[in-house]
Protein backbone atom coordinates (compact mmCIF):
# COMPACT_ATOMS: atom_id res chain seq x y z
CA UNK A 1 0.00 0.00 0.00
CA UNK A 2 1.50 3.44 -1.18
CA UNK A 3 0.18 6.72 0.00
CA UNK A 4 0.46 8.71 -2.74
CA UNK A 5 0.63 12.77 -3.04
CA UNK A 6 -2.10 14.32 -4.52
CA UNK A 7 -1.70 15.59 -7.79
CA UNK A 8 -3.65 18.56 -6.41
CA UNK A 9 -1.15 19.60 -4.46
CA UNK A 10 0.31 22.68 -5.75
CA UNK A 11 -3.25 23.57 -7.34
CA UNK A 12 -4.31 23.69 -3.54
CA UNK A 13 -1.44 25.12 -1.90
CA UNK A 14 -1.99 28.33 -4.06
CA UNK A 15 -5.88 27.98 -3.81
CA UNK A 16 -5.30 28.81 0.22
CA UNK A 17 -2.56 31.23 -0.42
CA UNK A 18 -4.55 33.31 -2.55
CA UNK A 19 -7.93 33.19 0.12
CA UNK A 20 -5.63 33.90 2.96
CA UNK A 21 -4.70 37.10 1.03
CA UNK A 22 -8.37 38.00 0.21
CA UNK A 23 -9.79 37.45 3.55
CA UNK A 24 -7.06 38.32 5.76
CA UNK A 25 -3.79 39.52 4.15
CA UNK A 26 -2.12 36.65 4.65
CA UNK A 27 -0.53 33.99 2.63
CA UNK A 28 -0.60 30.58 3.49
CA UNK A 29 2.03 28.30 4.00
CA UNK A 30 5.79 27.46 3.97
CA UNK A 31 6.33 30.01 1.32
CA UNK A 32 4.68 33.32 3.44
CA UNK A 33 6.62 35.54 4.70
CA UNK A 34 3.81 37.23 6.73
CA UNK A 35 1.59 35.88 9.73
CA UNK A 36 -0.86 33.50 9.55
CA UNK A 37 -3.38 34.58 12.37
CA UNK A 38 -5.04 31.65 14.63
CA UNK A 39 -8.59 30.19 13.00
CA UNK A 40 -12.01 30.67 14.30
CA UNK A 41 -12.56 26.40 14.53
CA UNK A 42 -10.95 23.19 14.76
CA UNK A 43 -12.97 22.70 11.46
CA UNK A 44 -10.40 24.92 9.31
CA UNK A 45 -7.46 23.53 10.49
CA UNK A 46 -9.23 20.08 10.01
CA UNK A 47 -10.30 21.37 6.35
CA UNK A 48 -6.84 21.50 5.55
CA UNK A 49 -5.01 18.41 6.72
CA UNK A 50 -7.81 16.50 4.24
CA UNK A 51 -7.26 18.63 1.56
CA UNK A 52 -2.94 18.23 1.93
CA UNK A 53 -3.29 14.48 2.87
CA UNK A 54 -2.11 14.45 6.44
CA UNK A 55 -2.48 11.96 8.69
CA UNK A 56 -2.60 13.55 11.78
CA UNK A 57 -3.19 17.08 12.64
CA UNK A 58 -1.97 18.56 16.26
CA UNK A 59 -3.41 21.66 18.29
CA UNK A 60 -1.40 22.36 21.57
CA UNK A 61 -1.02 25.01 23.75
CA UNK A 62 2.22 27.41 23.51
CA UNK A 63 3.29 25.98 19.89
CA UNK A 64 2.30 26.22 16.36
CA UNK A 65 -0.97 24.22 14.75
CA UNK A 66 1.27 20.53 13.54
CA UNK A 67 0.60 18.34 10.81
CA UNK A 68 1.69 15.01 10.58
CA UNK A 69 2.26 14.38 6.93
CA UNK A 70 3.52 11.61 5.15
CA UNK A 71 5.11 10.18 8.67
CA UNK A 72 6.87 13.41 9.73
CA UNK A 73 5.52 15.96 12.27
CA UNK A 74 6.06 19.59 10.75
CA UNK A 75 4.73 23.20 11.51
CA UNK A 76 1.93 23.53 9.35
CA UNK A 77 2.69 27.38 8.83
CA UNK A 78 6.26 28.17 10.27
CA UNK A 79 4.65 31.98 10.44
CA UNK A 80 1.36 30.93 11.98
CA UNK A 81 0.37 32.74 15.68
CA UNK A 82 1.56 30.59 19.07
CA UNK A 83 -1.93 28.93 19.92
CA UNK A 84 -2.05 30.13 23.56
CA UNK A 85 -3.88 28.91 26.42
CA UNK A 86 -7.14 31.42 25.68
CA UNK A 87 -6.93 30.07 21.52
CA UNK A 88 -6.90 26.04 22.65
CA UNK A 89 -9.50 26.75 25.29
CA UNK A 90 -11.47 28.97 22.61
CA UNK A 91 -11.22 25.88 19.84
CA UNK A 92 -11.92 23.08 22.59
CA UNK A 93 -15.10 24.85 23.66
CA UNK A 94 -15.89 25.45 20.35
CA UNK A 95 -16.74 21.81 18.96
CA UNK A 96 -16.75 19.57 22.19
CA UNK A 97 -20.31 18.72 22.97
CA UNK A 98 -21.96 18.21 26.27
CA UNK A 99 -21.23 14.68 27.00
CA UNK A 100 -17.48 15.73 26.02
CA UNK A 101 -17.18 18.43 27.63
CA UNK A 102 -18.01 16.50 31.06
CA UNK A 103 -15.56 14.29 30.74
CA UNK A 104 -13.12 16.34 29.88
CA UNK A 105 -13.68 17.72 33.19
CA UNK A 106 -14.28 14.85 35.13
CA UNK A 107 -11.05 13.21 33.57
CA UNK A 108 -8.71 15.25 32.28
CA UNK A 109 -8.75 13.81 28.47
CA UNK A 110 -11.62 12.64 26.58
CA UNK A 111 -11.36 10.30 22.90
CA UNK A 112 -13.95 10.29 20.85
CA UNK A 113 -15.36 10.22 16.78
CA UNK A 114 -15.63 13.64 15.52
CA UNK A 115 -17.56 13.96 12.32
CA UNK A 116 -17.22 18.11 10.18
CA UNK A 117 -18.84 18.51 6.64
CA UNK A 118 -15.00 17.57 5.77
CA UNK A 119 -14.54 14.38 7.31
CA UNK A 120 -14.40 12.02 10.17
CA UNK A 121 -11.82 12.07 13.09
CA UNK A 122 -10.76 10.02 16.00
CA UNK A 123 -10.33 13.49 18.49
CA UNK A 124 -8.33 13.78 21.24
CA UNK A 125 -8.29 16.43 23.50
CA UNK A 126 -6.28 16.33 27.27
CA UNK A 127 -5.72 18.93 29.87
CA UNK A 128 -1.85 19.07 30.59
CA UNK A 129 0.53 21.80 32.49
CA UNK A 130 0.18 25.05 30.19
CA UNK A 131 -3.70 24.08 29.05
CA UNK A 132 -5.38 22.20 26.56
CA UNK A 133 -3.90 19.98 23.35
CA UNK A 134 -5.71 18.47 20.54
CA UNK A 135 -4.54 15.98 17.89
CA UNK A 136 -7.28 14.71 15.38
CA UNK A 137 -6.50 11.42 13.41
CA UNK A 138 -8.05 12.02 9.94
CA UNK A 139 -10.16 8.75 9.22
CA UNK A 140 -10.42 8.08 5.31
CA UNK A 141 -14.06 7.61 4.63
CA UNK A 142 -13.79 5.72 1.40
CA UNK A 143 -13.55 2.11 2.24
CA UNK A 144 -10.81 0.84 0.08
CA UNK A 145 -10.84 -3.02 -1.28
CA UNK A 146 -8.15 -5.13 -0.65
CA UNK A 147 -6.98 -4.63 -4.52
CA UNK A 148 -6.97 -0.67 -4.08
CA UNK A 149 -4.78 -1.00 -0.79
CA UNK A 150 -2.38 -3.17 -2.84
CA UNK A 151 -2.80 -6.26 -0.37
CA UNK A 152 -1.53 -9.87 -1.24
CA UNK A 153 -4.04 -12.13 -2.93
CA UNK A 154 -2.61 -14.44 -0.07
CA UNK A 155 -4.78 -12.34 2.95
CA UNK A 156 -7.92 -13.23 0.95
CA UNK A 157 -8.17 -16.68 2.41
CA UNK A 158 -8.40 -15.32 5.98
CA UNK A 159 -11.71 -13.59 5.18
CA UNK A 160 -13.26 -16.78 4.34
CA UNK A 161 -13.00 -18.96 7.33
CA UNK A 162 -16.19 -19.76 9.57
CA UNK A 163 -13.94 -19.38 13.16
CA UNK A 164 -10.61 -18.41 14.57
CA UNK A 165 -8.70 -15.89 15.34
CA UNK A 166 -6.76 -13.31 12.71
CA UNK A 167 -4.89 -10.50 14.55
CA UNK A 168 -3.16 -7.39 12.19
CA UNK A 169 -0.66 -5.80 14.44
CA UNK A 170 1.62 -2.68 14.23
CA UNK A 171 2.43 0.64 15.83
CA UNK A 172 0.27 3.25 15.90
CA UNK A 173 -0.16 4.83 12.36
CA UNK A 174 0.57 1.51 10.33
CA UNK A 175 -2.31 1.77 9.04
CA UNK A 176 -4.11 -1.28 10.95
CA UNK A 177 -7.73 -0.33 10.95
CA UNK A 178 -7.37 0.87 6.97
CA UNK A 179 -5.87 -3.00 6.83
CA UNK A 180 -8.58 -4.21 8.79
CA UNK A 181 -11.50 -2.60 7.02
CA UNK A 182 -10.18 -3.80 3.93
CA UNK A 183 -11.16 -7.28 5.37
CA UNK A 184 -14.36 -7.12 6.73
CA UNK A 185 -15.51 -5.13 4.09
CA UNK A 186 -14.46 -7.97 1.50
CA UNK A 187 -16.42 -10.22 4.11
CA UNK A 188 -19.10 -7.89 3.98
CA UNK A 189 -19.28 -8.00 -0.33
CA UNK A 190 -18.68 -12.04 -0.44
CA UNK A 191 -21.05 -13.45 2.44
CA UNK A 192 -24.03 -13.57 4.28
CA UNK A 193 -23.40 -12.99 7.73
CA UNK A 194 -23.77 -11.00 10.59
CA UNK A 195 -21.25 -9.14 11.76
CA UNK A 196 -20.32 -6.50 15.22
CA UNK A 197 -17.80 -4.33 14.97
CA UNK A 198 -16.03 -3.08 18.19
CA UNK A 199 -13.97 -0.05 18.16
CA UNK A 200 -13.35 2.79 20.42
CA UNK A 201 -13.98 5.31 18.38
CA UNK A 202 -15.62 3.99 15.01
CA UNK A 203 -13.66 4.85 12.17
CA UNK A 204 -15.01 3.33 8.99
CA UNK A 205 -18.21 3.65 8.66
CA UNK A 206 -19.73 -0.02 7.11
CA UNK A 207 -23.10 -0.02 5.16
CA UNK A 208 -24.46 -3.51 5.00
CA UNK A 209 -23.94 -5.27 1.82
CA UNK A 210 -24.56 -8.84 1.35
CA UNK A 211 -23.99 -9.17 5.08
CA UNK A 212 -25.99 -7.50 8.47
CA UNK A 213 -23.29 -5.24 9.91
CA UNK A 214 -23.89 -3.67 13.45
CA UNK A 215 -21.17 -1.15 14.59
CA UNK A 216 -20.62 -0.31 18.63
CA UNK A 217 -18.56 2.84 19.54
CA UNK A 218 -16.73 2.18 23.39
CA UNK A 219 -17.90 4.12 25.86
CA UNK A 220 -20.92 5.43 23.36
CA UNK A 221 -22.43 2.29 23.04
CA UNK A 222 -20.90 0.23 25.64
CA UNK A 223 -18.54 0.64 28.57
CA UNK A 224 -15.69 -1.30 27.53
CA UNK A 225 -14.44 -3.76 24.34
CA UNK A 226 -14.62 -6.44 27.43
CA UNK A 227 -18.25 -5.48 27.82
CA UNK A 228 -19.15 -5.39 24.38
CA UNK A 229 -17.12 -8.58 23.26
CA UNK A 230 -19.54 -10.10 26.14
CA UNK A 231 -22.59 -8.75 24.96
CA UNK A 232 -21.89 -9.57 21.52
CA UNK A 233 -21.25 -13.11 21.73
CA UNK A 234 -25.61 -13.01 23.16
CA UNK A 235 -25.82 -10.99 19.20
CA UNK A 236 -25.73 -14.45 17.18
CA UNK A 237 -22.75 -12.67 15.67
CA UNK A 238 -20.86 -14.55 12.79
CA UNK A 239 -17.40 -12.07 12.57
CA UNK A 240 -16.47 -10.14 15.78
CA UNK A 241 -13.75 -6.91 14.85
CA UNK A 242 -11.88 -6.19 18.23
CA UNK A 243 -10.62 -2.60 17.89
CA UNK A 244 -7.92 -3.20 20.19
CA UNK A 245 -7.17 -6.25 22.07
CA UNK A 246 -5.58 -4.33 25.18
CA UNK A 247 -6.37 -6.39 28.14
CA UNK A 248 -6.45 -9.61 29.72
CA UNK A 249 -9.95 -10.08 29.72
CA UNK A 250 -10.75 -8.85 26.34
CA UNK A 251 -7.96 -10.79 24.77
CA UNK A 252 -9.23 -14.13 26.93
CA UNK A 253 -12.93 -13.45 25.39
CA UNK A 254 -11.30 -13.23 21.94
CA UNK A 255 -9.87 -16.26 21.61
CA UNK A 256 -12.78 -18.18 23.71
CA UNK A 257 -15.19 -16.13 20.88
CA UNK A 258 -12.85 -17.72 18.16
CA UNK A 259 -13.23 -21.23 19.36
CA UNK A 260 -16.98 -21.23 19.78
CA UNK A 261 -17.70 -21.07 15.97
CA UNK A 262 -16.82 -17.10 15.48
CA UNK A 263 -14.44 -15.72 13.13
CA UNK A 264 -12.83 -12.78 15.45
CA UNK A 265 -10.50 -10.23 14.16
CA UNK A 266 -8.43 -7.69 16.28
CA UNK A 267 -5.90 -5.63 16.56
CA UNK A 268 -2.27 -5.61 18.68
CA UNK A 269 0.14 -2.62 18.99
CA UNK A 270 3.37 -4.96 18.18
CA UNK A 271 5.53 -5.34 15.56
CA UNK A 272 6.02 -8.65 14.24
CA UNK A 273 4.15 -12.07 14.27
CA UNK A 274 6.54 -13.65 17.42
CA UNK A 275 5.98 -10.28 19.36
CA UNK A 276 2.66 -10.66 19.16
CA UNK A 277 1.81 -14.60 19.97
CA UNK A 278 4.34 -13.43 23.17
CA UNK A 279 2.39 -10.72 24.04
CA UNK A 280 -1.15 -12.52 23.69
CA UNK A 281 0.53 -15.26 25.96
CA UNK A 282 2.27 -12.95 28.19
CA UNK A 283 -1.11 -11.35 29.78
CA UNK A 284 -2.60 -14.42 31.28
CA UNK A 285 -0.66 -16.12 34.55
CA UNK A 286 1.73 -18.29 34.37
CA UNK A 287 -0.76 -21.30 35.60
CA UNK A 288 -2.72 -20.64 32.67
CA UNK A 289 -0.13 -20.25 29.99
CA UNK A 290 0.07 -23.95 28.53
CA UNK A 291 -3.72 -24.13 28.11
CA UNK A 292 -3.61 -20.84 26.26
CA UNK A 293 -0.99 -21.60 23.97
CA UNK A 294 -2.92 -25.08 23.10
CA UNK A 295 -6.34 -22.61 22.28
CA UNK A 296 -4.09 -19.65 20.57
CA UNK A 297 -2.68 -23.04 18.59
CA UNK A 298 -5.66 -24.39 17.49
CA UNK A 299 -7.65 -20.96 16.86
CA UNK A 300 -4.79 -18.92 15.25
CA UNK A 301 -5.63 -18.20 11.23
CA UNK A 302 -2.29 -15.66 10.71
CA UNK A 303 -1.12 -12.67 11.66
CA UNK A 304 -0.55 -9.53 9.63
CA UNK A 305 2.31 -7.17 10.80
CA UNK A 306 2.62 -3.92 9.26
CA UNK A 307 4.39 -0.97 9.33
CA UNK A 308 4.31 1.86 6.91
CA UNK A 309 7.78 3.58 5.85
CA UNK A 310 8.88 7.05 4.17
CA UNK A 311 8.87 6.12 0.29
CA UNK A 312 12.71 7.14 -1.32
CA UNK A 313 11.47 9.61 -3.87
CA UNK A 314 9.70 11.64 -0.64
CA UNK A 315 6.12 11.56 -2.22
CA UNK A 316 4.76 9.18 0.36
CA UNK A 317 4.82 6.04 2.30
CA UNK A 318 4.80 2.64 1.27
CA UNK A 319 3.66 -0.50 3.56
CA UNK A 320 5.97 -3.56 4.14
CA UNK A 321 4.14 -6.36 5.67
CA UNK A 322 4.84 -9.63 7.28
CA UNK A 323 2.42 -12.23 6.91
CA UNK A 324 2.32 -15.26 9.42
CA UNK A 325 -0.23 -18.18 8.58
CA UNK A 326 -0.86 -20.95 10.94
CA UNK A 327 0.42 -24.41 9.75
CA UNK A 328 1.15 -27.81 11.69
CA UNK A 329 4.65 -26.45 12.09
CA UNK A 330 3.83 -23.33 13.49
CA UNK A 331 0.92 -24.48 15.93
CA UNK A 332 3.84 -27.27 17.03
CA UNK A 333 5.82 -24.02 18.01
CA UNK A 334 2.94 -22.13 19.63
CA UNK A 335 2.52 -25.12 21.94
CA UNK A 336 6.07 -25.66 23.03
CA UNK A 337 6.12 -21.86 23.63
CA UNK A 338 9.30 -21.47 21.14
CA UNK A 339 7.63 -18.47 19.13
CA UNK A 340 11.80 -17.48 18.38
CA UNK A 341 11.90 -20.13 15.69
CA UNK A 342 8.86 -18.83 13.84
CA UNK A 343 10.90 -16.11 11.68
CA UNK A 344 12.57 -19.66 10.02
CA UNK A 345 9.43 -21.42 9.56
CA UNK A 346 8.17 -18.53 7.19
CA UNK A 347 11.44 -18.43 5.65
CA UNK A 348 10.62 -21.97 4.28
CA UNK A 349 6.37 -20.93 3.70
CA UNK A 350 6.82 -18.45 1.30
CA UNK A 351 4.97 -21.20 -1.00
CA UNK A 352 2.04 -20.13 1.25
CA UNK A 353 2.58 -16.37 1.00
CA UNK A 354 4.31 -16.08 4.25
CA UNK A 355 7.05 -13.75 4.22
CA UNK A 356 9.20 -11.93 7.51
CA UNK A 357 9.10 -8.02 7.91
CA UNK A 358 12.81 -7.91 6.97
CA UNK A 359 12.19 -9.84 3.85
CA UNK A 360 9.15 -7.45 3.42
CA UNK A 361 11.83 -4.50 4.19
CA UNK A 362 14.30 -5.85 1.78
CA UNK A 363 12.11 -6.48 -1.16
CA UNK A 364 10.78 -2.84 -0.97
CA UNK A 365 14.84 -1.92 -0.89
CA UNK A 366 15.73 -3.27 -4.21
CA UNK A 367 12.58 -2.34 -5.80
CA UNK A 368 13.82 1.10 -5.08
CA UNK A 369 11.58 2.15 -2.90
CA UNK A 370 12.62 2.99 0.31
CA UNK A 371 16.17 3.66 1.56
CA UNK A 372 18.85 1.36 2.74
CA UNK A 373 18.95 3.44 6.27
CA UNK A 374 15.23 3.04 6.52
CA UNK A 375 15.55 -0.75 5.62
CA UNK A 376 17.98 -0.80 8.48
CA UNK A 377 16.18 0.95 11.13
CA UNK A 378 12.80 -0.78 11.03
CA UNK A 379 14.39 -4.41 10.45
CA UNK A 380 13.80 -6.96 13.40
CA UNK A 381 17.30 -8.47 13.38
CA UNK A 382 19.26 -5.21 12.22
CA UNK A 383 22.60 -7.18 12.57
CA UNK A 384 21.60 -9.90 9.77
CA UNK A 385 20.34 -6.70 7.89
CA UNK A 386 23.30 -4.55 8.26
CA UNK A 387 25.10 -7.65 6.97
CA UNK A 388 22.77 -8.18 3.84
CA UNK A 389 22.61 -4.56 2.82
CA UNK A 390 26.68 -4.50 3.47
CA UNK A 391 26.55 -1.47 5.23
CA UNK A 392 29.71 -0.84 7.86
Not at 9 to 14: C, G, V
Request: aromatic residues 6%; hydrophobic residues 35%.
Amino acid sequence: MIEEQPEQYEENQEEYEESQEQDSGDSGMEMSNQRVATLEHVDEYLRFGNEFDCSDIHLPTMSRPLWRRFGALQEIWPNADILTAADCERLVNGFLGPREQERLKERGDVDFAYVSDHGRYRASVVKQRLGHDMVFRIINTKLRTMTELGLPPTLKPLTQYHNGLVLVTGSVGSGKSTTLAALINEINHERTDHIITLEDPIEYVFKSAKCHVNQREVHTHTESFAAALRGALREDPDVIMVGEMRDLETISLAITASETGHLVLGTLHTGSASRTLDRVLDVFPTDQRDQIRIMVSESLRGIVSQQLVPRADGAGRVMAMEFLVNTPAVGNCIREGKTFMLPGIMQTGKNLGMITMDDALMDLYKAGLITAQDCLFRAVDQDQMRKDLKMP
